[in-house]
């Protein structure tokens, strides 16, 4: 298996705070991704990142935002959390970017209260 | 942005029986990747496949990246209970979605010993 952790694994949080989730990788991938998975959507893609302070928005990028300062860490912030984010969410990592499949961590389980 | 339609959204089979989903696109994809999501796990790679019409098999399964490149199945034969859970397509093309990967919906397996 690749190694890709996130933490925390659960979390429960109130409207209007902030929430910051982690996805940590020791393979040393320049490719990182955020996903977001809820029922009848599969998995969408909310940011990447391809390398260290390089990242892009993917197609449900509205409310989050991402910071990656170090290879092995990519951060997804929710400023302000609303009921709409909750989901699992998901990290994949990628050595290269065209034609390379990608591995994902186990997942966060986000609820928006 | 590009979308992967997959059916069936679900199926439930007796042990023993013979699988077969597919996914179809209005654009073309250059790579299919077939995953598979256990409850509480993040997707894990089945099989990628890279070349139009290509035809690769991983144990019991065996998925084909269509001609026309805007579809692919997988295929899974004789099937054990342990093949529940979410399988997923997903493809990267380059027109609008340059090496970022677009998700089906998911089939959901249900087999019953």
């Known amino acids: 298996d690749a190694g890709i952790t996130q933490s925390p694994r659960h979390k429960v949080t109130e409207t209007g705070t902030p929430v910051t989730l982690r996805c940590h990788q020791t393979?040393?991938?320049?490719?990182m991704y955020w996903y977001r998975q809820d029922p009848g959507h599969g998995l969408r893609l909310i940011h990447y990142?391809?390398?260290?302070?390089?990242?892009d928005k993917g197609e449900v990028s509205d409310g989050y935002s991402v910071s990656r300062s170090k290879t092995e860490d990519f951060l997804l912030t929710l400023e302000s959390a609303t009921s709409s984010q909750t989901s699992v969410y998901f990290c994949?990592?990628?050595?290269?970017?065209?034609?390379?499949?990608?591995?994902f961590g186990p997942g966060t389980r986000l609820l928006v209260l | 942005g590009q979308q992967l339609n997959q059916s069936p959204q679900s199926m439930f089979i007796q042990e023993g029986e013979d699988v077969s989903m597919n996914c179809t696109s209005s654009?073309?994809?250059?790579?299919w990747l077939w995953y598979k999501q256990d409850p509480g796990e993040g997707p894990v790679l089945l099989i990628a496949?890279?070349?139009?019409?290509e035809l690769t098999s991983n144990g019991r399964l065996t998925a084909q990246f269509g001609i026309t490149r805007k579809d692919s199945f997988l295929n899974i034969s004789a099937s054990i209970p342990s093949d529940v859970g979410i399988y997923f397509c997903?493809?990267?093309?380059?027109?609008?979605?340059?090496?970022?990967?677009?998700f089906g919906q998911g089939t959901i397996l249900t087999v019953h010993p």
């Open positions: 654009s073309i994809f250059n790579t």
């Open positions: 997903a493809g990267e093309g380059r027109s609008t979605s340059y090496g970022k990967l677009t």
């Open positions: 496949l890279y070349k139009a019409g």
């Open positions: 393979e040393n991938h320049r490719y």
């Open positions: 994949a990592i990628s050595e290269r970017q065209l034609q390379e499949t990608q591995y």
């Open positions: 990142s391809y390398g260290v302070k390089d990242t």
